[in-house]
């Protein structure tokens, strides 16, 4: 089996970030959330935005949103696909911890 021909990845990333400059379209947001060392639960959310800036997001450019957070002891895994939505300006992605830091993303697109 393959993959989506031509998709990107932004990698990892725990805070906000300008993903992608330009048009294209999202395919999926990806989280993982843990116990962090301290023993403190990792819950956060992040909300992708078609624009290039923290002061240009609003909830009127918003395209995915997607919240992870542990159950139990251990870690919790969540994805959203989003069949392509596109973008016109870029992927800016806005991360909020709720509880720990090191929830971590990743998105896919093209």
Same mark, same amino acid.
């Given at each position: 089996? +393959?993959?989506?021909? $031509? ?8 805070? &906000?970030?300008?993903? !992608? ?5 999202? #395919?999926? #947001? +990806? $989280? @993982?959330?843990?116990?962090? %060392? &301290? %023993? %403190?639960?990792?819950? *956060? ?10 002061? *240009? /997001?609003? *909830? /009127?450019?918003? #395209? $995915? ?5 542990? +159950?139990? #002891?251990?870690?919790?895994? /969540? %994805?959203?696909? =989003?069949?392509?939505?596109? =973008?016109?300006? $870029? @992927? =800016?992605?806005? !991360?909020?911890? !709720? ?5 971590? =993303?990743? !998105? +896919?697109?093209?």
């Amino acid at each position: 089996m +393959t993959g989506i021909g $031509g998709c990107r990845s932004s990698g990892a990333f725990t805070a &906000d970030a300008l993903l !992608v400059r330009g048009a294209g379209k999202l #395919i999926s #947001i +990806t $989280g @993982l959330s843990t116990i962090s %060392e &301290d %023993e %403190e639960d990792d819950t *956060a959310y992040v909300v992708l935005h078609d624009c290039l800036t923290a002061g *240009a /997001a609003s *909830a /009127a450019n918003t #395209i $995915g949103i997607l919240y992870v957070g542990t +159950t139990a #002891i251990g870690s919790n895994y /969540a %994805e959203s696909d =989003f069949h392509g939505v596109k =973008f016109t300006h $870029g @992927l =800016f992605a806005e !991360v909020t911890h !709720v509880t720990g830091i090191a929830t971590k =993303f990743l !998105v +896919t697109f093209n």
